[in-house]
């Protein structure tokens, strides 16, 4: 099993909702990343969990919050986002420190 | 700080022709690079990776790339493209030492001419 799952697919949200995104690995990946990917432009990182340990936060805003339940999930939890906002958010995971990343199909957010 | 370069933002070929992408890098220290694609709607799949030993390495879909550390260079190459071939290409660079931190280029878009 080689796959990094994220749901939902594609989620529009008002600008005072709260949703989250979650993804899935069942790899036995110990990092695991959440990116924000704009229309023709390469990821931009957002967070690093490591051992399930925060260990990267690219100053994103605090409009995004990441969590991982455990080494197999992660989430990020939104609230009050603004429409710059919508993205494709990747989710991806690595076996090791620099080992490739696998990434998930994404989840296309369209903030209203 | 690393940083990646891919020459061309839109690259047009036409089917069966050769394919090459371009990619350079600034590193201080040896690093290990990918090159990725990406389908309309999709996430990053990866097409092949650079870590050590033989430079010249085979990836998914007939591509291959070619470390060239005097060059710093990660060349993308496809002897005949198909029209699948058609997405977006990013080339990244990791540094073994530090981890957790893939630096990515600005990516190229292929397209493939019947």
């Known amino acids: 099993d080689t796959e990094v799952t994220q749901t939902p697919k594609h989620l529009v949200m008002g600008m005072t909702n709260k949703k989250s995104l979650k993804c899935e690995q069942h790899?036995?990946?110990?990092?695991m990343y959440w990116y924000k990917q704009k229309a023709k432009k390469p990821p931009e990182l957002m967070f690093v969990?490591?051992?399930?340990?925060?260990?990267i936060n690219e100053s994103v805003p605090s409009r995004f919050s990441p969590e991982c339940p455990n080494s197999s999930l992660l989430n990020l939890h939104l609230h009050a986002l603004q429409p710059e906002d919508s993205a494709l958010y990747l989710c991806?995971?690595?076996?090791?420190?620099?080992?490739?990343?696998?990434f998930g199909e994404g989840s296309r957010l369209t903030v209203l | 700080a690393q940083s990646v370069t891919q020459l061309g933002s839109h690259v047009s070929v036409s089917e069966g022709a050769l394919v090459l992408l371009r990619c350079n890098y600034s590193?201080?220290?040896?690093?290990?690079l990918f090159w990725y694609v990406q389908y309309p709607n999709q996430g990053l799949q990866l097409l092949l990776k650079?870590?050590?030993?033989?430079?010249l390495v085979k990836g998914i879909n007939g591509f291959e790339a070619e470390f060239k550390k005097s060059e710093t260079s990660f060349h993308l190459t496809k002897p005949s493209a198909h029209m699948s071939d058609a997405a977006e290409y990013f080339c990244?660079?990791?540094?073994?030492?530090?981890?957790?931190?893939?630096?990515f280029g600005t990516g190229t878009s292929l397209t493939v001419i019947p």
């Open positions: 990244a660079v990791t540094l073994p030492e530090v981890g957790n931190q893939f630096y």
């Open positions: 590193s201080s220290v040896p690093p290990y």
């Open positions: 650079y870590t050590t030993g033989a430079t």
């Open positions: 969990y490591s051992y399930e340990k925060l260990s």
């Open positions: 991806a995971s690595s076996r090791g420190l620099a080992g490739e990343l696998f």
């Open positions: 790899m036995g990946h110990r990092a």
